[in-house]
């Protein structure tokens, strides 16, 4: 058989935990990339065995992979690629594999809600967890109103789910306070796609991996994070014709490890490489400028604000070679095809937006945008946080609607049945750690977190936990397992997970699934979907004309609402019904009604959502977030051109110094995903990654006299870890810890006396226009671990 | 000539902000946003001071009168505390801000008389950041207005 449409079945082993790319199936540019259908059933189950097939993703990554769940006798027993899917053509990677299905069928799971008496969680009804809820919220809403609420969410829930938070949040509590845990991972992709291009939304696709001639990882460490798309690229370098590929990252990732040219600059130093870049092309000749002229504005400031950056200079500054800079702006300068993808190296490290931007700059300067192989991806972490964005759960107007543009709050006041003074409009939506501040302070008291884990994956933890168990503020937690955040709540809710329940999410890639319930959630468990109408309904929300503000029945009613809101916006879903979502695997926004195809590509035609009535938001000065506000906008003239927006350097704001001689980064694990929640709980998964580990380089250890395998304490001036020390090639002066090991399955006081959460260390602060905080850029000091 | 006592506004008002960020800076540090930008503000006006020095040189600081003193100002007072002190305290920023802002319109006006280019090519890139410095604070002090005057405690 050949390797096409060959169908994989990984037995219950490790082979896929080990062999985290699966076999190579390697073809040329522009080809068809093959099928390779990738499959894992519970052991002893045959295919024969299974009753029925339902369609879904993958919701373990911002791949979002097309797959079937297998189910037996009610159960989720395995899971298969779908190999009409545009995304995978079949393939799953390790969590897709061997977490998805089984972290969801645990032990650990919440089966009833629980509410907090005389100090301890105990079981109670829903009515009981309801009553509770709503009555504080009442109170509070009474007392001091809606600027007591906040929302804090994830990049995990489905569109419909997002949607209904954003209508509850918006026009039925009308609060400011909401956010996801999307800040942490995607806000920067956000940001600097409006500030660039007008409106948020993937210029490219996947598809332009197999077009392009050279491929540029901006601190993406595509291998672990996105396991699928990396074969997708390993297809390619082991095929004829394979691109270039350069890599910016500090750690000798496998990414890393396959370039031709690997940056391997210290961290908080992205913004120097990037303007030295955007200088070479400028210098050499090599900008498109008949196309910048007639599709972009703000060339001559950024001219001027490029000069000074030659290579000899941000070699210095970054700690790589001017030569490797030259080189890599040559490739970029002088390829036809050339594909960028930006991800939390830069996000979430000194100057994100700023950085972030530079990289859009590269593409406008060689009007290669919107064209097959000269795609642009800032990508995303989680699976969902495309539609957090989309929905305005994170506190953005829903439908990518400008909050200073009156007509746009109008829409949505007329979608909804309220007074527009209702929705709050006044200033930009509170960011996650101004919400958290707000907490802190006590002027939010009612706090509702939904699928994430801020007691780990937030900077600062020992700060986070204190604020947390305030005993005045309310918070409400709703997860699937009692995460170190239920932990600290008034009220547990007990969630359904994937699989357990019906409702679409959209990819970094703009593409849309429709996952379909397979099996009955446990115990008492119920979807986030059920949770929030339930909650909107006891509280009475209700429209001007008297009706309920949320009369939907379930996620396809949501579906629809949310079509509507979206109709001729950016983002516009309303060809996309969860029919055609059936019949295909996997659609992009947008599709208008009656549209049969799907837009591959944003700005083929060189036009851009910049005009005063269309844009997103009116853009920041990347230096300090200053708003540019609507007159200054207007006055710009962008009317349909792209923003060549830059900043000057100003480098990480907790460089080393004496004290703290090194500086830490954080970064992903190849079989983990965000706090370790589900795959954790997947054996094969925690076996082959189970507890926190450092990296170092070699001069480093041997100046303090470690060897691999020792046992070491980081400290910064917030907190301290210990982990086992690894000796790699990691750039000489910086450390590195993964983000996952927070404390679920460690005995009780780990936080004290072993701590193993990397957010320990890090640095409250974030990035002036995404306010994506800065996990890559703290100081330390390393040491053998004391008693070792 | 009178251009000499506002460069000595100017210079003197750069001074007073810069300290006036720092202030802040320090006395805020439970908001990293407004710990950091400030002390980079600092920076900027004290680099603001550095690019006015040889105009400065050539001009002399004061002229006839005793006008510097006359125009001095206080600055800003001591930094409250809160959240209610906060936005007072941006407030007084946003003030002390806005005399340098208007003062480099005014050396603006003498230099385009003066066809100084050298000093139009100063002012040009101070009153910039300075602008900036004010959307800044503008920005600021909306998203904390809503909560400070409704919801602290």
């Keep these: 058989m050949t390797e096409q449409g060959r169908t994989i079945t990984t037995p219950g082993s490790r082979d896929r935990v080990e062999d985290v790319w699966g076999t ?31 369609r879904s993703a993958c919701v373990l990554c911002s791949n979002g992979c097309g797959c079937d769940i297998a189910v037996k006798d009610g159960r989720m027993v395995g899971i298969r690629g779908r190999a009409d899917d545009p995304i995978n053509h079949g393939r799953l990677g390790p969590k897709g594999l061997y977490a998805s299905w089984q972290g969801v069928e645990h032990r650990d799971r919440l089966t009833t809600p629980l509410v907090r008496r005389d100090g301890v969680l105990e079981p109670a009804s829903w009515d009981e967890a309801m009553d509770l809820i709503v009555e504080r919220s009442r109170a509070l809403l009474e007392e001091i109103g809606p600027l007591s609420h906040g929302f804090y969410t994830s990049g995990q829930l489905f569109l419909e789910e997002y949607y209904a938070l954003a209508v509850i949040g918006k026009a039925g509590v009308g609060t400011p306070h909401m956010d996801g845990n999307t800040r942490l991972c995607t806000a920067t992709a956000a940001a600097s796609l409006k500030e660039s291009f007008g409106a948020d939304g993937q210029p490219g696709c996947y598809e332009d991996l197999d077009e392009c001639e050279a491929l540029f990882l901006y601190g993406h460490n595509m291998a672990a994070t ?19 590929l350069v890599v910016v990252d500090p750690r000798r990732t496998p990414v890393a490890k396959r370039a031709t040219v690997h940056l391997a600059v210290n961290p908080g130093t992205n913004l120097a490489l990037m303007l030295a870049l955007v200088r070479e092309l400028i210098a050499n000749g090599w900008t498109d400028d008949a196309w910048v002229a007639e599709h972009t504005v703000g060339f001559e400031e950024l001219a001027e604000q490029v000069k000074p950056w030659t290579p000899e200079r941000a070699a210095e500054v970054c700690g790589v070679a001017a030569d490797d800079i030259r080189e890599a702006a040559r490739i970029f300068g002088t390829t036809d095809r050339v594909v960028s993808t930006v991800l939390q190296g ?5 100057q994100a937006t700023a950085s972030s931007c530079q990289v859009d700059n590269l593409h406008l300067l060689r009007g290669m945008i919107g064209k097959p192989g000269a795609g642009l991806l800032q990508m995303n972490g989680q699976p969902t946080a495309q539609n957090n964005r989309e929905t305005g759960a994170d506190g953005d107007l829903s439908g990518f609607r400008n909050w200073e543009n009156p007509e746009h709050v109008q829409e949505l006041a007329t979608l909804w049945g309220v007074d527009a003074q209702k929705i709050p409009h006044w200033a930009p939506p509170t960011h996650a750690m101004q919400l958290f501040r707000y907490v802190e302070q006590g002027s939010i008291r009612f706090l509702w977190i939904s699928a994430t884990n801020p007691a780990v994956s937030l900077p600062q933890l020992a700060r986070i936990r204190d604020i947390l168990s305030r005993p005045e503020t309310f918070t409400v937690v709703q997860d699937l397992y009692l995460t170190a955040t239920a932990a600290l709540a008034d009220v547990v809710l007990p969630a359904a997970a994937w699989g357990e329940k019906t409702g679409t999410f959209t990819n970094t890639t703009r593409t849309v699934h429709l996952s379909e319930q397979a099996v009955e959630p446990p115990g008492e468990a119920r979807s986030d979907l059920d949770i929030f109408l339930d909650y909107a309904r006891r509280m009475d929300f209700r429209r001007n004309d008297g009706g309920p503000l949320l009369d939907w029945a379930g996620p396809e009613d949501a579906y629809r609402a949310w079509q509507e809101c979206s109709r001729g916006r950016p983002c516009d879903y309303t060809g996309i019904s969860y029919d055609d979502l059936r019949r295909e695997s996997g659609i992009r926004w947008p599709r208008r009604e009656g549209e049969t195809t799907s837009t591959d590509r944003l700005y083929a035609d060189g036009r851009f959502p910049t005009s005063p009535d269309e844009c997103e938001n009116y853009g920041h000065d990347l230096l300090t977030g200053a708003d540019v506000g609507p007159e200054k906008a207007k006055a710009l003239r962008a009317d349909g051109r792209a923003h060549l927006k ?15 001689p090194l500086r830490f980064t954080t970064g992903r694990a190849t079989h983990h ?26 001069a480093d250890a041997a100046e303090r006299g470690l060897a691999d395998g020792d046992a070491v304490e980081v400290t910064s001036r917030r907190g301290r870890i210990v982990a086992p020390v690894r000796i790699t090639a990691i750039q000489p002066g910086t450390v590195f810890a993964p983000f996952h090991y927070g404390y679920w399955d460690a005995p009780p006081g780990a936080e004290e006396r072993h701590p193993t959460a990397a957010n320990e260390l890090t640095v409250t602060e974030w990035d002036p226009v995404s306010k994506q905080p800065v996990f890559k850029t703290a100081a330390v000091q390393v040491a053998r671990a004391k008693g070792e | 000539m009178k251009l000499p006592v506002y460069l000595s506004l100017i210079d003197e008002s750069e001074k007073s902000l810069a300290d006036a960020y720092r202030q802040m800076a320090n006395a805020h540090g439970d908001e990293p946003d407004i710990h950091f930008l400030c002390l980079a503000h600092a920076t900027q006006c004290e680099e603001h001071r550095a690019k006015l020095a040889p105009v400065i040189e050539r ?13 001095h100002h206080d600055g800003v007072g001591e930094p409250r505390t809160g959240p209610l002190g906060l936005l007072r305290d941006l407030q007084d920023l946003y003030l002390l801000a806005t005399l340098v802002d208007v003062t480099w319109v005014m050396v603006e006006q003498a230099a385009q008389a003066l066809r100084d280019a050298e000093l139009l090519q100063v002012v040009e890139g101070c009153d910039h950041e300075t602008a900036v410095q004010l959307a800044w604070l503008v920005t600021r002090m909306k998203q904390s207005a809503p909560q400070v005057l409704v919801a602290a405690r």
Excluded at chain 1, 228 to 243: F, T
Excluded at chain 1, 647 to 656: D, I, L
């Design chain 1, 24 to 54: 190579r199936t390697p073809f040329g540019r522009g080809a068809h990339w093959p099928e390779r259908v990738d499959q894992l059933l519970a052991d002893g189950v045959a295919e024969g065995d299974v009753d029925r097939w339902v």
């Design chain 1, 673 to 698: 995903f965000h706090t370790r929640t589900k795959t954790g709980r997947s054996p094969e998964l925690d076996a082959a990654a189970p507890s926190v580990w450092l990296e170092m380089a070699e």
């Design chain 1, 646 to 660: 830059s900043a000057p350097y100003t480098g990480p704001h907790e460089p080393p110094d004496d004290e703290y």
């Design chain 2, 59 to 71: 001009y002399g600081t004061t002229g006839s009168g005793g006008e510097p003193e006359r125009l």
């Design chain 1, 226 to 244: 996105q396991t699928v798309a990396w074969s997708r690229v390993l297809d390619r370098l082991d095929g004829p014709e394979p691109p270039a």
């Design chain 1, 346 to 350: 830069f996000y979430q490290s000194a």
